[in-house]
């Protein structure tokens, strides 16, 4: 008798597990599903862009900017002239006082042009000449043409300027 009610305990057990993982399948199925639509969802947010007006030395170029945290809260800051170091003939640079926010940070090399973010020292970075460095950034977006008026510029004020959507 006794071994009749351990034999059963055991298969309710059994049925009980069958039937939660069946039930766990499913939530995590329904669950795949929402990530897929939230990740869709965010890939579409992301196709926004922000264009920019950049001044230096009276000379005026236009800029890409990509959507991502980093961009967002550097586009809040926007009128801004920063005082930009010229830093190893490739990369003016300026260092925010507190670290901007990044979402999508990796290991990469640069194009001539490009804007970026260097988080460990909270460095918003123009990048004018090719050194073939790869680094850790968060990409912001790029110059579209004139890049090469920071080339042996020095240390300069930079003027950023939120350009209006059409």
């Known amino acids: ?3 009749r009610m351990i034999y059963l305990l055991v298969a309710i057990m059994l049925c009980t597990q069958v039937s939660a993982c069946s039930k766990g399948d499913g939530f995590q199925e329904i669950q795949s599903q929402q990530q897929a ?72 090399g640069y194009e001539l042009g490009e804007i970026v973010y260097y988080p460990p020292m909270h460095s918003f970075v123009l990048l004018y000449a090719q050194n073939g460095e790869r680094f850790s950034m968060q990409k912001l977006g790029r110059i579209e043409t004139g890049v090469e008026v920071f080339d042996g510029i020095g240390n300069v004020d930079v003027s950023f300027t939120l350009i209006p959507a059409e």
């Open 1 to 3: 008798m006794m071994r």
């Open 37 to 108: 639509n939230d990740d869709n969802n965010q890939e579409n947010e992301s196709m926004e862009e922000y264009r920019i007006k950049i001044t230096v030395n009276g000379q005026e170029l236009t800029a890409i900017l990509t959507d991502n945290a980093t961009t967002r809260a550097f586009v809040e800051k926007l009128p801004v002239t920063l005082p930009m170091q010229d830093l190893y003939g490739r990369e003016m640079c300026y260092r925010f006082p507190d670290a901007l926010p990044t979402d999508n940070v990796s290991v990469s």
